[in-house]
Antibody, heavy 118, light 109 residues
Framework: EVQLVESGGGLVQPGGSLRLSCAAS????????MNWVRQAPGKGLEWVSY????????YYGDSVKGRFTISRDNAKNSLYLQMNSLRDEDTAVYYC???????????WGQGTLVTVSS | EIVLTQSPGTLSLSPGERATLSCRAS???????LVWYQQKPGQAPRLLIY???SRATGIPDRFSGSGSGTDFTLTISRLEPEDFAVYYC??????????FGQGTKLEIK
């Protein structure tokens, strides 16, 4: 069974840092691009970042560019999101999602909640 | 950047009825790149339709997608109680790679 499990969320003060992880299982992780997508409380979905299978291509949404860094470790079947200079508006559930042919996201993990507040 | 606008914002229907959800793009979108997701409260989004009209694995045939260019539609032919949820359309573009519509909430009337 294909499974994605996020971890690392929590409460952090504005200006702080947090590192999210996504553990993948049930598929050959090293052959798929991966994404982070977030959802603020009661709001819609916002794509955050993409990394290709070999880490050769990386993209960020404008709202996180320069503050967030996506990375992966194919030997550990893991995806990461390093979040620095966090703002109140970064408060959201963060989902990792597998990229299917650079057209769709499937499946998604269950999400991890990041709360930025003083 | 292509903007996706979904309508209506909220749709109130009864089980057994037909639901028609709209997704309109600000510029033409390749049908290959138009996707629909379902999200239930407290759950992650689930892929329903990709390539505008292809059902994902395990999705019942009461769900269908159609459309081209700037106008796309998700139709649920006969609503089951488990279909009441929020539905998002998504398109793949060049920058940013993925954009989502704001969602349509399908609620029980």
């Amino acid at each position: 069974e294909v499974q994605l499990v996020e971890s690392g969320g929590g409460l952090v003060q504005p200006g702080g840092s947090l590192r999210l992880s996504c553990a993948a299982s049930g598929f050959t992780f090293s052959t798929y691009g991966m994404n982070w997508v977030r959802q603020a409380p009661g709001k819609g979905l916002e794509w955050v970042s993409y990394i290709s299978s070999s880490s050769s291509s990386i993209y960020y949404g404008d709202s996180v560019k320069g503050r967030f860094t996506i990375s992966r470790d194919n030997a550990k079947n893991s995806l990461y999101l390093q979040m620095n200079s966090l703002r109140d508006e970064d408060t959201a559930v963060y989902y990792c999602a597998r990229d299917r042919g650079v057209t769709r996201l499937d499946p998604w993990g269950q999400g991890t909640l990041v709360t930025v507040s003083s | 950047e292509i903007v996706l606008t979904q309508s209506p914002g909220t749709l109130s229907l009864s089980p057994g009825e037909r639901a028609t959800l709209s997704c309109r793009a600000s510029q033409s979108v390749s049908s290959s790149y138009l996707v629909w997701y379902q999200q239930k409260p407290g759950q992650a989004p689930r892929l329903l339709i990709y390539g505008a009209s292809s059902r994902a694995t395990g999705i019942p045939d009461r769900f269908s997608g159609s459309g081209s260019g700037t106008d796309f539609t998700l139709t649920i032919s006969r609503l089951e109680p488990e279909d009441f949820a929020v539905y998002y359309c998504q398109q793949y573009g060049s920058s940013p790679p993925y954009t989502f519509g704001q969602g349509t909430k399908l609620e029980i009337k």
